[in-house]
């Protein structure tokens, strides 16, 4: 893991070695928020380290969606809250299985924490974080967005390297969700996706993912 970079005020995110997966921090006092956290076991504890040298307690977590590299936990986070969507935290639950054989050999003491989420309609943190609820990528897929410093979590859509996928809902729901994401894209400053850099880029790549997916007409 490379050590988290603050992209927004309050906001870390560091990146893994693994998919150019992001993990999103976000701190308010001594309290961190994770999103996401990913992705080795080595870069789970070396957050749990950062966290611990910065005096950080983690008081929840947030999964943007069930699908393996998103659901991820360690030990060392303790016993916080993990939430999710409604359907995110019922599809991991209906899942947990798959999701746990999708990590290969995943460590023993870390294997019981995959997927366990619970639904929340909001966040109960300090500043406001407004969950954007759709079913573009998978069903249930969640955005932050965080009105302070208008920086948009957006879970696997809106990358400078992963392509738009929407195999699992289909084209028509994937135009749907960002559609829902529109009105955030066009006012954020700072978009962070799920795999790659985070970028001031926002309504270009919603643009670029909208092409792809609508396809040639
Ligand atoms: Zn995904």
Known sequence: MRT?????????????????????????GDEALLVDPSWTPDELAGLADWLDHRGLTVV??????????????HPRFGHAPRWASAVTARRAAESRQHLVSALGDWPADLTPLVGRLTAAEGLPWPEPVEP????????????LWLPGPRV?????????VEPPLPEETGPSEYVEGLETLRPYAERAALVIPGHGHPGTDVVARWRRDLAEVSGPR
Do not use: Q, R
């Open 132 to 143: 954007v609820v759709h079913d573009a990528h998978t069903p249930g897929h969640t955005a």
């Open 152 to 160: 948009l979590i957006a879970g696997d859509m809106l990358s400078d």
């Open 60 to 73: 929840g977590g947030f999964a943007t969606h069930a699908h393996h590299d998103h659901v991820l936990w």
């Open 4 to 28: 988290p970079v603050e992209v927004a005020d309050g906001v870390h995110v560091a990146t893994s070695v693994l998919d150019m997966t992001t993990s999103t921090v976000l701190v308010h």
